[in-house]
């Protein structure tokens, strides 16, 4: 989870392979006419994001085995909806950074459907999973091999 630009589909395909799980990329999960919206530079509000947010639980909760699927999650209410959905076995992966340093991998991004410009509502709208949430956190500003490997080493010792 975490906000345009933060590394969810890179870190999610590098990471499924090392901890023996298959993923999915939430963004195309979501129905056309929200892709349509982001790609107008609209945020996306509550009532675009419900039937979307349903859907990653679903890909979730129909798993036999251990699946990643990246997705914003920003806020508690969107969580615990996939939670609802999906379970509550649902570990969340916060990739969390200044804006500042997101805002210089998002121009650097080509042929992405959502624009720099939204950036700025996705950190207004981000809550950081809560010590409640079975979350782990991890800086992105340290190499994409070092994130990786921390996100690994994290979750194999929640497991234990």
Request: charged share 25%; with cysteine; glycine share 8%.
């Amino acid at each position: 989870m975490g906000v345009t630009g933060s590394g969810k589909s890179s870190v999610g395909e590098a990471l499924a392979p090392l901890v023996g799980a298959r993923y999915f990329d939430g963004d195309n999960l979501h129905p056309p006419a929200n892709i349509a919206k982001m790609s107008r530079g609209e945020p996306l509000t509550d009532e675009d994001r419900w039937p979307w947010l349903a859907k990653v639980g679903q890909t979730l909760a129909s798993a036999d085995d251990m699946v990643i699927v990246g997705c914003s999650a920003l806020k508690r209410a969107y969580r615990d909806r996939i939670r609802d959905v999906a379970g509550d076995a649902v570990v969340f992966i916060h990739l969390a950074g200044s804006q500042s340093v997101i805002a210089a991998r998002l121009h650097e991004r080509r042929g992405h459907f959502m624009p720099p410009a939204l950036l700025s509502s996705q950190f207004a709208s981000l809550e950081p999973p809560g010590p409640d949430e079975r979350a782990i956190e991890v800086d992105i500003d340290q190499s994409f091999d070092a994130v990786i490997a921390e996100i690994a080493g994290k979750l194999e010792r929640a497991q234990a």
